[in-house]
């Protein structure tokens, strides 16, 4: 209904040269961003983004502090509020949550400004440290509306949900990956996350140009995180792990035999090629050598019959071409503690299939 509207705008500016200006404003859905550049709309329109071009984080600054001031002056508890309330890093940090969107700011400012409950308290359970005591007081129902209302339109929920999951957990570890690294990685064609990710355009972000993943609201993590909130939608940080464990173990796996095609070659690999490579194609493989351990590490007991398969299956005459640190040093760094890590889940098995290991 929406493209038929925008069709029938555009023919009759095409048609009759009507002297009016039509303003829209939506997300920038997948289905609209199309009939915007097919047909006559091309010629007819032009676009406003609104972006950090018109510093929206000081007008939601503004807007947060007018707000806060005006609870102050009128709320029934506010003899309560102390003069400073709400200190200063608390506005920074509800102005970063909002991403340059007022949808975040204006929710926030609502659940704190109920006449029904003391200002503080609410605006300590929007920061988290306290969480509603009833569904009904859950302070971001409009903004989970909205999120529950993007991701039902996704067709790829668990691939989605499990690249957003990786993103969200591995960004304070290693840099971010590229769209072409992370198809890699998650075992994808060319071109599978810009149409997994289409629906979302609106709060996930991929161009041509800057081509990574790019969040555009700070609360869709934390919205993804809470299972309160996003509910079928909620990512398990423990499946994560588990998901990513397998894919560092089939990667170092298909690493050592692009390497180290001979089972009786002994080298020790620096990844200093891999590093240097201009067509970027090493990042997955990298990343699969620093992390294995540390998702091998989070991976959660119900799952440690599969991480045994995987330990099983895993030929350890090739630990210097699964590991990688920084260019120029030992891969073999890392050896001794993925080791002891190993024997201290399947020391049984362990022993079982490398009776000799413990005196090398």
């Given at each position: ?18 002297p ?18 097919t ?52 506005l ?11 949808i ?6 609502k ?57 969200l ?31 979302l ?160």
């Open positions: 209904m929406q493209c038929t509207i925008l069709e029938v705008i555009s023919r009759l500016f095409c048609d009759y040269h009507l009016l200006l039509v303003f829209i404003a939506s997300r920038p859905e997948r289905h609209l961003t199309h009939s915007f550049s047909g006559f709309l091309p010629e007819f329109h032009s676009t406003l983004a609104l972006d950090d071009t018109y510093k929206p984080d000081d007008d939601i600054r503004l807007f947060l502090a007018d707000n806060f001031r005006q609870v102050k002056a009128t709320h029934p508890m506010r003899c309560y509020l102390d003069h400073s309330w709400p200190l200063d890093d608390i920074e940090t509800l102005v970063e949550k909002s991403s340059g969107q007022f975040y700011a204006s929710t926030v400012i659940y704190v400004s109920s006449i029904r409950h003391r200002p503080a308290d609410r605006l300590n359970i929007v920061l988290g440290p306290r969480p509603p005591r009833h569904v009904r007081e859950m302070p971001f129902g409009q903004l989970d509306s909205l999120y529950m209302h993007l991701f039902a339109s996704v067709e790829d929920k668990g691939m989605v949900l499990l690249i957003l999951g990786f993103q957990l591995s960004s304070s570890r290693y840099p971010q990956m590229d769209t072409k690294e992370l198809e890699h990685f998650f075992l994808l064609n060319r071109g599978d996350i810009e149409m997994l990710f289409g629906d355009s609106s709060v996930i972000t991929i161009s041509n140009v800057d081509p990574f993943i790019h969040i555009l609201h700070a609360s869709l993590g934390d919205f993804l995180l809470d299972a309160a909130r996003s509910k079928e939608f909620y990512i398990e940080v423990s499946s994560i792990h588990t998901a990513c464990m397998h894919l560092c173990f089939q990667h170092n796996k298909q690493s050592m035999s692009t390497y180290f095609p001979s089972k009786d070659t002994v080298i020790y690999l620096h990844f200093i090629d891999l590093a240097s490579d201009e067509d970027g194609g090493c990042s997955h493989f990298i990343y699969a050598g620093c992390n294995l351990i540390w998702h091998c590490e989070n991976t959660p007991p119900s799952a440690y019959s599969q991480l045994q398969e995987e330990i099983r299956d895993f030929s350890f005459h090739r630990p210097d071409s699964c590991f990688k640190t920084s260019p120029g040093r030992s891969l073999l760094v890392y050896v001794p503690r993925f080791l002891q890590f190993i024997k201290a889940l399947v020391r049984p098995i362990f022993l079982l299939a490398y009776p000799n290991i413990l005196n090398t």
